[in-house]
Nanobody, 123 residues
Framework: QVQLVESGGGLVQAGGSLRLSCAAS????????MGWFRQAPGKEREFVARISRSGGGTSYADSVKGRFTISRDNAKNTVYLQLNSLKPEDTAVYYC????????????????WGQGTQVTVSS
């Protein structure tokens, strides 16, 4: 079992940057592919980015491609999401998630979830 704790959210002006972190418990972090999702008020949770177990493979939603970067440090049991060139439409609660098999684009492919961290982008 994996417990995930996100941090790093906050209030930022449009065009600014934030770095989200997700710390995982347990000694098997490297056996999980990881993903970031977000959920804005009144909207469904949506895929943002994912990263393979080794960190060698990544993919992004079209809406964040070129602005966000996912990375991981298996020695620190942590996955990161660097958010650059933020827009008001990026405002949401951001969640990290762990997948025991394949980290897909849908939330149902993930087994464990953090509690989320709020990102608010002002115009």
């Amino acid at each position: 079992q994996v417990q995930l704790v996100e941090s790093g959210g906050g209030l930022v002006q449009a065009g600014g940057s934030l770095r989200l972190s997700c710390a995982a418990s347990g000694r098997t972090f490297s056996s999980y592919a990881m993903g970031w999702f977000r959920q804005a008020p009144g909207k469904e949770r949506e895929f943002v980015a994912r990263i393979s177990r080794s960190g060698g493979g990544t993919s992004y939603a079209d809406s964040v491609k070129g602005r966000f970067t996912i990375s991981r440090d298996n020695a620190k049991n942590t996955v990161y999401l660097q958010l650059n060139s933020l827009k008001p439409e990026d405002t949401a609660v951001y969640y990290c998630a762990a997948a025991g098999l394949v980290a897909g684009l849908e939330a149902k492919t993930y087994n464990y979830w953090g509690q989320g961290t709020q990102v608010t982008v002002s115009s």
